[in-house]
């Protein structure tokens, strides 16, 4: 078992002031493989206070100088490639060779957080007025275990480009990457104190992190609960809140589209990462004339994803995150047949062949209604509830009769209908006929999904406060 037993403060590993360690899991094989060392609240005051520290300079740097940093940082990111897919292929069951491409592909998004450092440079005069961009100050990241990596970067790299400091707490279950991003900090020599890194609970550091008097803002990525309740505590001293959460994103398959096409795209968006992709397609909204077609093509593919060894090249699906993650998604399967849904396939059987490990096989539902709780809440997991409507305007209300609005898609019969389609959905984003995800385009949530934007040049807008001076 290996063990880590510093925390990353003020530029030094450091002995915590915490006590015992937090066992990071092989959901594949539900053991037990490293262990992290447990911040308490001091380790907390002392990594705000170090951020504090290096706030005044850090943010006076030029955007040349914090552009030449973040690109040291993606070249030693870069390096630290494999090992980083490894860290999370363990630690939360992406299979390996998806991971280097979904989980870790973002570190190339570094280098246009370098460029953006320009745009903090951007002045305007308004008549008498010279207005200007300035850091918003220190930072409290708290990450979730589901993209672990695209998570830190989507913070911590707006975060340098505009100047601020920073102390992050990843999800206890997958710290590893951080650890590696915090070596690779490390090596490059960013100055002490822009970036700390604390691990723990965070039922137990959350609270201090998010109520504490030196941090200016929150960002926070997780469940909509957690989310909320940030936002209050936050509220007493009046932080700026960046909250990114869940979803129930719906996608409407038009009349019109080429279903083997747009159906087997619908399952396979699910089922990446085991369903635990905040913005998973995982209401699939079908004409009902073309119901019985698109049920059949569901069920043909999600039957030939390979659910098994995350080590195995040949794997689509991994094992949930954990084991109480399973438990989760399995308690909804049990639930949506109680409801009275109509299980197309998988269900609450483990795959074939593996006798251990948190495996879920997948799953899709037929006859679902919106207003199931399958349908309402969010399972985060390897889990399509296939829902008939009548007509397009019924789709529409459907796809927004939902307490999220994180993303959604549409596959229609042509672009422009796509589009027409999806301005009508309140959702951050739509992926129309196929779309690819694009780290330069922002993502974030309308309704309960959120409140902030990540990545591309809105990603940076939450970090920068502007000043007028009147001259
Ligand atoms: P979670 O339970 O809310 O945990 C997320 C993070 O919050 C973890 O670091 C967790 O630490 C920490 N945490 C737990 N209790 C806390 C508290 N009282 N105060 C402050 N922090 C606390 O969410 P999750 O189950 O890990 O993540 C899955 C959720 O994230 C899903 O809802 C998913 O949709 C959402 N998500 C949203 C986006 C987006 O961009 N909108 C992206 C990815 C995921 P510990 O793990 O150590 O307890």
Redesign the pocket.
Known sequence: MKRYDKLYINGAWVAPHGSGYTTVYNPATEEGFAETCNADLVDVDQAFAAARAAFPAWSRTTAAERADYIRKLHAALERRKDALALAISQSMGCPLEIAKIIQVNCVKALEKFADRAFEMEVEKQVNNSLVVREAVGVCAF??????PLY?LIGKVAPALATGCTMVL?????TPLQDILFAEAVHEIGLPAGVFNLIT????V???A??THAEVDMVS????????R??QRLAADTVKRVCL????KSPYIITEDAPLEQAVSFGVKDVMINSG????ALTRMLVPASRYEEAAAIAKRVAESLKVGDPMDKDTYVGPMSSMSQRDTVLGYIEQGIAEGATLLTGGLERPEGLTRGAYVKPTIFRDVNNQMRIAQE?I?GPVICMIPYQNLDEAIRIANDSIYG?SSGVWAGSREEGIRIARQIRAGGCYVNGGDFNYDAP???YKQ??NGR?WGDFGIHEFYETKSMQL
């Open positions: 708290i990450t979730p275990w589901n993209y998570q707490k990843p999800s206890s279950v723990g609970k965070g039922g550091l959350g609270d992190m998010v926070f990525t997780g469940s909509t609960a957690t989310g309740r940030i990114e959460l869940g979803g635990q992709t905040c913005i969010e985060f994180l993502l974030g949530g999904s959120g990540e």
